[in-house]
């Protein structure tokens, strides 16, 4: 056997262990961007069917894809591309993974050490790479064929596995260097199967795997719970309280203590205060009665006013998104705040918290339900039940609002939008206006809607490629919310979806540029050009508002049929039919920044006033 | 004043200070991204005439569009985004500015320490970003309106510049922390001014800089030339050697020693091997007479069996990009390869070197040519003679079989491209195909062309991005040639490219896929189902070709006109009239792969078997 033989052979064999491992550990997509240093992962992945190997060109949105994979089946989403800047594309995905704890096994192929630092083509330093954005980086051996190195591959690919995932998910980097030849040169496939069988004699499990399909190294941790004190404490604390609220925030998932918590808080008459991205809002038909959807308009309802403030605040997910909800937070300076996270940083930008709990959300819940079982209602006599009222009013008054409402705008997709999910679907929604209008707009719909958002870093970047990435791993339809700026970060997914067996809606609401920038102080500095000067104004609209419409008007873009929605009826009409049709449909629905904001205003003010009007 | 108004004063001069020594350190335009927490920048750049500032939505594009303005001026460019991933989606450029030694200076915006790693929005960990892949790293100092720090900040700007520039020029990233508001609240423009009018009094220079515009540090470094002994060794092996040959590779800039050395080649007689990147080939309308064009032809041509290979190579630049350049070049390991590298990392890929020279070229040539001052023509008798005739022919020989060609393809369209530039155009080509068939079939233009490309890590990313950089800081027009897979890659800077002023035709040689693949060894083994199964077949096509063509149907892609040239003719009218337009053309060139391959193996094989019947 030639050198080159032999080494394209080691490589096949190496690759086929290392997938082999991967699939045995429950990965069951790759995204694969081309290139040629890749090869021989590319070629094995191809030829195992139990993983998915979804071609991807644009490494950037091949990342954000499999993060979207990632967060719509719970488990970690691997993808390979090959050495140069096409592995630094992965960057934008990696850091909102690390920030969301979402696992991402990243396989990026490299040049051998020989060829790194003397001007080889296509060579750049690809050593810890991403830094400390992923949870482990692997500088993987170079490949040989004996039994030593197999199973260091087999029990580095399970490392790999266990660290994007358990109990802090998130990133992993694997950098593999092949030599040449990267194609299976001179032999065919019966010489790799040769070989391996002569090694199989002396190391079977190396070379074939352990038994029944177990991974190699199968890795437990701690299991995340929390002593039995700290749980006995917290019950007391929670019956302690005369206020209390469990306020929700964004997770990747509340399953499975999510329900758990609203069954506690039902039988303990305990407002949870949940966010649209928390899994808690729309988890079912019929939602828990101890769910508060309107937080962000209680808190300016002045229902605290009348009531006290919460003196505990037991806190789940991430900070508060909305707005008047960031803003109260921090008013609550004189209550108990516990703050529960797991793996992640703890979400307490405020530094509020006198207490974090760092467990496993369900173990606690679980032991909490537990500890609070002899305890009936919690809080003051009507803490519960008024806000139970407020909440429905609230909600009442908004949809009779938007409801009578002919002019389409922002909240008023939005509430079309909650009224036309079919049963099954999905909503991926982007930062900016979108995450903040969910929250206030969003018609209950009247099936479960999981809602997923990129709120790791908040980046409006990758926001197609994510919404895709979870629409191509769940079975009902995803409907994808964006604005148009997000939509252009991100266009070339639109090419990408072409090739793909995917099913979504993109609704774009096209307000014209960065409206959410017209919220900010700058905005009204920059419209008062006597004591500013015109030049702030001009630099408001050049970098910050960038005023301009989607060039939507032929109909299509690039590969993709593009319908403008004008009026709530048409807007109706696409969401029907298009959440029916297979492939992308996008639906452009074009609003005017400045009637959205003044929409949101009277919708938010009058719900306030009428609750108030009518409150007990 | 409050601490509102203080601390937004303090953000401003903060901004006013760093801002105002980027410009007296030479830095001329300024890339940016919207966002927020970047406001003080943004707005003080956009107060400042003497710096031009471009909006770009999408950081990936903003950072290739700065490398492509720093490519066509020599400059740095600046880059300003907000904090997150907005950041990571730099790092693709940042790698390829590394690489290929271009100067960027990346200012991303962050927030301030006491709200990382706590969940707040937008946070993440942005120190030391982007790794080794930047000259340095700073992190700012949280703004202060004291002389120290202004001081401090004025100096750092000057060693940001300096470290982007100089004898390694690259990428620098500064990260500055601002808190909030961020937005000069409450204070108007004269509220700031009389803060720093107060501070002025005690510390004039650290409030209103230099006098007469210069840097508040000015950086001079080691200037980059060799000992005298280094050069008469040098002098001494050219006299020395029988058979010298010169290569020049890709580099930025020729610029000013490109003519001094052609002119010493020619006055002594040494061919110089000039790849189209290395600034040397279309420098003016009139080629030295040293210039060898089809050094990938020759060397397939049986010429140095007769004439024996050379003995010295010269090295310029960086390793050749040609394929059979770089079969050859190892070939040579007899030789003594001498490489002139000056920053970046020597260029020797094959490791064929005895002697690197590191040193500012300019320098060395200018010493060289004193030392050979009273030296004759060197080598051989023959040896510059044959090459320059052997090199006329064989162009000809090409110039003629693609005249007659009547159907369009890739080396058709480049001799056609070379046939229609304009007086002043520039090229900007793509890596993949392009660069390969720029070497070849491009028809020597009429006038001199600059011809660059991104050659450091030779990614197929952000090719329309840099191009249009490229465009935006020159004065003729630019021609970018692009593939369809990095047309696709980069299709969002189509979407820039309509609100910016900038003038260029993208020729788009659409030969549906990575056609570039079909030239690898897998894809042989991909065709041979019966040795290798239908499995790699599939794998290959999926992966590697991903055969489509781009979907242009409609005439229009998002809002940029395509036309399609499907003759010769059409071609050339297309080029012609688009060098004349405003704004962006796209004109695509529909070729057959496989026509193309079999024309550019016929021509090449051709023009080599005519040399050798005609030669001497």
Redesign the interface.
Known sequence: MSAESWHSTVNALWAQAFVDELIRCGVEVVC?S?G?RS?PL??EC??RDEIE?I?I????SAGFFALGCAKATGRAAALICTS???A??L??A???A??CGVGLLVLTADRPR??Q?????????QL??Y???VRAFYQVGQPEATADKLRYLRGLACRGVAAASGAKPGPVHLNFSFRK?????DV??SGVDAVAAKLFDEAPLAVGGRSEGAPWLRIDGADGGVEKQVVSELRDRLVAAKRPIIFAGAVESAEPWGFSLLEMAADHRVPVIAESTSGLRYGSSEASPAVITTGDLLVESGLYDELGTPDLVLRFG??P?SWPMRRWMPQLRQAEHIVV?AG??????D?LACWQIRCDASRLVDDLIDELDEDGPLGDDNWFQVHRRADQQVRGHIAGQLSEEATLSAPIAWHILGESLVAEAALFVSSSMPIRDIETFFASPASAVDVLANR????I??VLSTGFGVAARRDGPTVIVVGD?AF?????AL?MA??LDVDATVMVIDNGG?AI?DY???AE?ADDPE???E??G??YE???R?P?RL?VG?G????VEVELAETPGQLRDSLATSQQRRGVQVVVVDTDADADRALRRRVVETASQQWREHAP
Do not use: W
Request: charge should be negative; include cysteine.
């Open positions: 694969i081309p040629s090869t590319v070629v191809g030829r190997d071609s060109v644009d490494e950037r140069g800047t096409a630094a594309n960057y934008p990696i850091c909102e690390s920030a020989q060829l630092g003397v001007g080889a083509s296509q060579a750049m330093d810890k790479l830094g400390d954005h030849p990267l194609a299976p040169v065919d496939r991430r900070a998104i996270s992640r940083e703890p979400q307490d930008p530094q790791g870093v908040n980046g970047d990758g700026v252009r970060h991100d266009i070339g090419l072409e090739q960065g920038f900010l102080p700058l500095l004591r500013f000067g030049t702030l001009e630099v050049r970098h910050f960038t301009r060039p032929g299509r873009f690039g590969p």
